[in-house]
């Protein structure tokens, strides 16, 4: 009878002392929460705000499938994001503008090129109606969030045989060091494999060799091999294994994503617990291009982190 008594009361306290920790220390059940400041001054050149104009412009309905490729961080493979004609217009529109890529160390204060992190060439898109659509389908797919912006879109440029990003997060401070700003999703599409760009060799551009994405970190939830249309299984000699040693094809975690034309990987790059912590599992390379050329489009989202 005393044993029973003494259960009920253990369980009591168990069940009254959670919320009585939750209110005095928080801390001693879960990281810090966020503290939330004011959206910080933004430099509007750089980003792609909406206007009433964009609103009612007519696009073209989307086409994409959506494939859940993992919960958290929350990663989407999205099949056709981009049509035929838009990575047509996007390739026209970006190479006569192209600059060499750099790198920023401290979350845009300083910038400079360096070849061993990133040679590429990027192109900040002027923002044509197909742009604007395109910026559209991003913000639509993200669900129009509150207190978020798309940036600028990004066309990048690799060529072989050097051609690549070497592994970085595309985020650069926690939310918890930046008052709760950041840039919270990624959406990389893979708009070229040189059919469009022939760049390379004067209209008889290579095959594109390499150049998928790899994210060694990154949970791998299906082993289905329906996923082998987009990224690497087992050893595939016409994808580009021999350049990703540090992701297993078919560990369960480790991923590579192969560079197919119009398709798109979305993801989140913050926790959604408050606590403005990033995902380490967001950590990723763009993978050397071997031979031929590589066009993608990054479009990133820059807002509350939460
Ligand atoms: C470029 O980056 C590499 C790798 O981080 C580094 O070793 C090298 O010193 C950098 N080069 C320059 C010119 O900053
Ligand atoms: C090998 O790669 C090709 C081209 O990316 C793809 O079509 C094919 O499904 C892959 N096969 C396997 C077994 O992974
Ligand atoms: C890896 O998994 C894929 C899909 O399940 C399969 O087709 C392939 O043969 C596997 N490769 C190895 C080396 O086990």
């Not at 509007?44 to 309905?61: G, K, M, N, V």
């Not at 926690?174 to 022939?198: C, K, P, Y």
């Not at 912590?277 to 050329?293: F, I, N, P």
């Amino acid at each position: 009878m005393y044993g029973y008594a003494a259960l009920v009361c253990l369980a009591a306290v168990l069940f009254w002392l959670d919320p009585i920790l939750q209110l005095v220390a928080p801390s001693m059940l879960e990281a810090p929460v966020l503290r939330k400041t004011p959206r910080p001054a933004i430099n509007e050149a750089l980003l792609a705000l909406e206007s009433a104009e964009d609103r009612t412009l007519t696009c073209p309905d989307d086409e994409y499938t959506v494939h859940i490729f993992n919960k958290a961080p929350l990663v989407l493979y999205v099949e056709n994001f981009l049509s035929l004609a838009e990575r047509k217009h996007l390739i026209e529109i970006s190479t006569p503008i192209y600059e060499a890529s750099t790198v920023t160390h401290d979350g845009g204060g300083s910038v400079e090129r360096n070849t061993t992190i990133r040679d590429s060439e990027v192109a900040v898109v002027p923002r044509t109606d197909v742009v604007r659509c395109i910026e559209a389908r991003a913000r639509r797919l993200q669900g129009w969030r509150d207190d978020m912006w798309i940036e600028r879109l990004r066309v990048q440029r690799y060529h072989a045989p050097s051609g690549h990003y070497s592994y970085h997060y595309d985020w650069s401070r926690s939310g918890a060091a930046t008052g709760g700003w950041g840039r919270v999703s990624s959406l990389m599409v893979f708009v070229d494999d040189g059919e469009i760009d022939e760049s390379e060799g004067g209209g008889m551009a290579a095959p594109l060799q390499g150049g998928g994405t790899a994210f060694p970190r990154l949970p791998r939830r299906s082993s289905d091999a329906r996923w082998c249309k987009f990224i690497r299984c087992g050893d595939n000699e016409s994808q580009s294994g021999a350049d990703a040693d540090d992701v297993q094809a078919n560990s369960s975690t480790g991923v590579v994503f192969e560079p197919v034309v119009g398709n798109a990987v979305f993801w989140e790059n913050f926790r959604p617990d408050g606590t403005g912590r990033a995902y380490e599992e967001t950590w990723h390379a763009g993978l050397r291009v071997l031979e031929g050329v590589k066009v993608g489009l990054n479009i990133w989202s820059w807002g509350r982190v939460d």
